[in-house]
C-alpha cells in the first residue's frame, strides 16, 4: 500500500518559517504524473487545502497562504515541500500531503503539526 510520512513540523514564533516534506513511496514515475497539494486541519476544522503542485511544476495556493507559502516538488525523490515563511497563529494546524487527481490516492499519513506561537 502506497504511503505517505509527513515532516518538518514544530513550534514556531510568529513571523518563523519551516519547511515541510512529503516522501510518497510510490514509484517516482507514478508520483511525477500527478497533481500534490498540501493540506491543513486546525483544531475543530475541516481539512482544507492550502497548496497544489501539477505535474509540469505550476502552483496554486489559497488565499490565506499566498505569498507567504512555496510548494515544490523533487519527482526523482517522490517528494514534495512546503516552505511556510511568515508564519502567523492561524497557520497552527496538522498538515498533511495528498495525491489530488488520482483516483487511487492512498490513505492520510499522520501529518506533521505545525503551531505558531509566542
Known amino acids: 500500500q502506497v504511503q505517505l510520512v509527513e515532516s518538518g513540523g514544530g513550534l514556531v514564533q510568529p513571523g518563523g518559517s519551516l519547511r515541510l516534506s512529503c516522501v510518497s513511496s510510490v514509484s517516482k514515475i507514478i508520483f511525477s504524473f500527478y497533481t500534490m497539494g498540501w493540506y491543513r486541519q486546525a483544531p475543530d476544522k475541516q481539512r482544507e487545502l492550502v497548496a497544489s503542485?501539477?505535474?509540469?511544476?505550476?502552483?496554486n495556493y489559497a488565499d490565506a497562504v499566498k505569498g507567504r507559502f512555496t510548494i515544490s516538488r523533487d519527482n526523482a525523490k517522490s517528494t514534495v515541500y512546503l516552505q511556510a515563511n511568515s508564519l502567523e497563529p492561524e497557520d497552527t494546524a496538522v498538515y498533511y500531503c495528498n495525491f489530488i487527481d488520482w483516483s487511487r490516492r492512498p490513505p492520510w499519513g499522520q501529518g506533521t503539526r505545525v503551531t505558531v506561537s509566542s
Open positions: 503542485i501539477t505535474s509540469d511544476g505550476s502552483t
